[in-house]
Nanobody, 114 residues
Framework: QVQLVESGGGLAPAGGSLRLSCVTSINYFGIKTWAWYRQASGKARELVARISTTGSTNYAESVQGRFTISRDDIKKRVYLQMDSLKPEDTAVYFC????????WGQGTQVTVSS
């Protein structure tokens, strides 16, 4: 069973910053592409950012230039630095590999106040 544990969410003002962290239990973390997703209330889960094994990154247009994904293969962690936050970034944020594991974590709630 894959364990994914997200943390770092909270309440932030518009224009503020948060840093999310995801720790995993798998042994072959380093050979996977990893991604952050988010799901706002009443909406489908969407891909926010991903990072390949070589460190190549891709971002959703809505967060391009504001969010930065990174990884630490030794610590088996994936991070999401979120700057210039907007109220529309409010959502539960999840991490997962690509292709996705079926076991999702509980996510971490991010709330951005206007």
């Amino acid at each position: 069973q894959v364990q994914l544990v997200e943390s770092g969410g909270g309440l932030a003002p518009a224009g503020g910053s948060l840093r999310l962290s995801c720790v995993t239990s798998i042994n072959y973390f380093g050979i996977k592409t990893w991604a952050w997703y988010r799901q706002a209330s009443g909406k489908a889960r969407e891909l926010v950012a991903r990072i390949s094994t070589t460190g190549s990154t891709n971002y959703a247009e809505s967060v391009q230039g504001r969010f930065t994904i990174s990884r630490d293969d030794i610590k088996k962690r994936v991070y999401l630095q979120m700057d210039s936050l907007k109220p529309e970034d409010t959502a539960v944020y999840f991490c997962n590999a690509l292709p996705n594991y079926s076991d999702w974590g509980q996510g971490t709630q991010v709330t951005v106040s206007s």
